[in-house]
């Protein structure tokens, strides 16, 4: 869903632009005969008695424009539609209303001018409408629709990204029993719950209904327990060969893009030779592969989180891969005052807190925990950072206290619909272990506009167009 979107489901456009003042909308009018609009003794009073912004008379429904704000609501009126000129004594020219209402120029009326006011101020601003008609379009109708399956797909963090870049998913994979059963509460689209290594690309193409080559977007994110700067950074972690099951099924499927994504600590260190050898994989598939270095929080997610992405483009699709560029600046997100919970420490884990911090500190490390207080982007969020050694934590109300649930979906950009099944602890661990959505969303839809549309349209023209 595009940043037009509100987020949420069925979607709602959000403001696109700052209100328009009657002095931007009335920029280059063309000519009218402004004599019939003169006002009568009474009104003509009233008018030059209120300050621009001002009712006349005490009619609410009548207004004094002012050149620098929006206009007031337009009446349903015969007459002037409640709206009066801001600096001329007189009331407005329908050329004047039909631009206030967001009506093209030369936009004709059946009926005599001072009738046009009645249908200008009844009527739906096209503008307006043209903004709901445009999420209607892309994110319900899905004109610009592109297919995706979910590998390693975890709670749904990816999916809800290409959701709202306009993605259909056609299967999700995943073994975490808890991860599953989160996924399939907020999607309708079928879960795999099965280990990665047993599923076949024959399998998954029985399963969607698609023949090789038709599949738009193949996602994965494997295990990257092995490999993360958190965790002890084992070379031979028999989770760092997952991504060999993805490449498996990139062969096997032909997508026309695929997605990876793993943790920064691959290419810090020993991990270095890994890397290299993912690499290697990726570009023997005869894929276009680049692989880039981003942080979620130049990309609408409250939180810095350092990713590795690769994008792969086959090679007859004829296009390179291409990364979203920086969306913004990153922010921080508001904290709750949060209940009676288990994200409370009591005094003695509050004491082996502090107790830890020192040890590191004395041994030059950085281990231990940090306090978050809304102010600019969350630390990243660790799979079990309730129980890690270098929690997140908050002090409130003379405590000391884990992000609570609205907290954890923010940092991680859900929306607070987002459901998750069972306990705090498994919501802390689905956040943890998930892409970001609103981050996967930019990646999507950079994927969507450069690769797969352009090629799209270069198979299958328009009919007359340019």
Known sequence: MSFQCDGGWP???????????VREAWQGLPDFDKRPLALS?????????????????????????????????MQKSETNGGLYHPEECRRLHVTEMVRLGSFADGFRFAVPDHQAFRQVGNAVPPGLMRGIAEVVRDHILMVDQFTYISTFAGCGGSSLGYKWAGGKGLLAIEFDANAAATYRANFETPVLERDICTVTAAEVLKLTGLRVGELDVLDGSPPCQGFSTAGKRQIHDPRNSLFREFVRLIEGLQP?????????????????YVF?????????????????????MYFNVPQSRERLIWIGVRADIGRGPEFPKAQGKPTGFALEQAGDGPWWLNKEQV??????RSRQEA?????????????????????NGFCSASPIL?????GWRHLVLGELKSAGSYPSSWAFVGTWQNAYQRIGNSVPPRFMQAIAETIRDAIILPARAARHPVPGAS
Not at 42 to 70: E, N, V
């Open 363 to 383: 041994r030059g490390h950085g281990w231990g925990h940090v306090f978050y207080d809304g102010e600019g982007p969350c630390p990243t969020v660790p799979k």
């Open 394 to 398: 908050v002090k409130q109300s003379g």
């Open 41 to 73: 003794p009474l009104f003509s009073a009233y008018w030059r008695r209120a300050k621009p912004g001002d009712i006349l008379g005490g009619h609410f429904s009548s207004s004094k424009l002012h050149w620098d704000r929006p206009a007031p609501t």
């Open 11 to 21: 979607p709602f456009p959000k403001p696109q632009a700052k209100p328009m003042t």
């Open 256 to 272: 026309k893009v695929f997605v990876m994504e793993n943790v920064s600590g691959l290419v810090k260190g020993k991990m270095k």
């Open 276 to 296: 290299a050898e993912i690499m290697r994989c990726l570009k023997a598939t005869g894929y276009a592969v680049r692989c880039k270095l981003l942080n979620a």
């Open 351 to 356: 004491a082996q807190r502090i107790e830890h």
